[in-house]
């Protein structure tokens, strides 16, 4: 199952925007960074 989460990467640390439904507490995940842009570009 693939399941696609928003976040920020600030300080080392990733926030994501909502907690993933049915994902165990160890899970393999992949990160994938974006254009640079402005925090509030996409809000």
Excluded: H, W
């Amino acid at each position: 199952m693939l399941q696609t989460i928003e976040g920020i990467y600030q300080n080392g640390q990733i926030q994501l925007s909502e907690l993933p439904q049915d994902v165990s507490d160890r899970s393999q995940v992949l990160v994938t960074f974006l254009a640079p842009c402005k925090i509030d570009c996409y809000s």
